[in-house]
């Protein structure tokens, strides 16, 4: 699958697609069900199957505080949607510029100029351009003027209305990680690449991955026992998840100790998958006392997982 960054990329090989636009947070069986539709029309028509994602998201852009908790990145989602037979994403970057552009030159820069998409799939409630202006009205009448179809995702749903990405982060809040493993049809997890952390952990017996978590926030909080998918191995383990408040950490990140594991993991790209909370991150009044949890959180995890 091509990955196009940023419309200045688009190039005259890219004219001709049907399309869709959308967040894909999380790519859940709701949009695969849209996904996997778009692609057969795509393959009947003799097209590309593009989808289109902004960078950050509107949201983040304008409301941070309020944006909700990403389940996914631009990784992540381009690891996905590649399994649905996409043929390419493109990421365009959502900055205020971007955000003053016109519903018009929106629709007959982009997509019909730039793109010249023959059939597009949106969500009916799709507002774009400055302040919002642009609906799904809007396009269907420039689809009339410019000869695209205008479908609504609401067309192709099949699967049950209450998946959404707004309910897995609630399953996941409710530490409910088989109701979001139905709804994503996956378990859920967090990738990255490997970082070089503050290597406290190796001092008391506990080396663990760091992996930075590039999100506004995360949409899980804690210690868990997860299972940890590095380079097609799986190996069982330990996360923290969050700032590490007993060293006074600053940053979000996933910290994950792995059993039985011995070897070099940094600059690695690892995927953790979340299969039972163990307790909320918390402050201890020492390093010893961190320590000693630290030991308690192994053996409940190996517990949970069937490690000896």
Partial sequence: MELIRGIHNIRERHKGCVLTI???????LGHQAVLKQVVDKANKLGLPATVLVFEPQPEELFT?????????????????LKHLGVDRLLCVKFDRAFANYSPQFFVEDLLVKKLNIRYLVVGDDFHF??????????????????????VST???????????????????????FD???????????IAGKVLHGDKKGRTIGFPTANVLLKRCKAPVNGVYAVK???????YMGVANIGHRPTVNGQRSQLEVHLFGFSGNLYGKFIS?????????????????????????????????????
């Fill in 22 to 28: 959308g967040k894909f947070d999380g790519v859940h």
């Fill in 64 to 80: 941070p505080d309020k944006a909700p908790a990403r389940l996914s990145l631009l990784r992540d989602k381009y690891i996905q």
């Fill in 129 to 150: 351009g400055k302040e919002r202006e642009g609906d799904f009205a809007l396009l269907q009448q420039k689809g009339k003027q410019y000869q695209f179809d205008v």
């Fill in 154 to 176: 609401q067309s192709f749903k099949v699967s049950d209305d209450r998946i959404s990405s707004t309910a897995i982060r609630k399953a996941l809040q409710d530490d409910d």
């Fill in 179 to 189: 109701l979001a493993e139905q709804m994503l049809n996956r378990p859920f997890s």
């Fill in 228 to 234: 940890v998918d590095v380079a097609d191995k799986c």
């Fill in 272 to 308: 953790v998958a979340l299969v039972r909370k163990i307790r909320q991150e918390m402050k201890f009044d020492s390093f010893e006392l961190l320590h000693q949890q630290i030991q308690k959180d192994a053996l409940e995890a190996k517990i949970i997982l069937g490690v000896s």
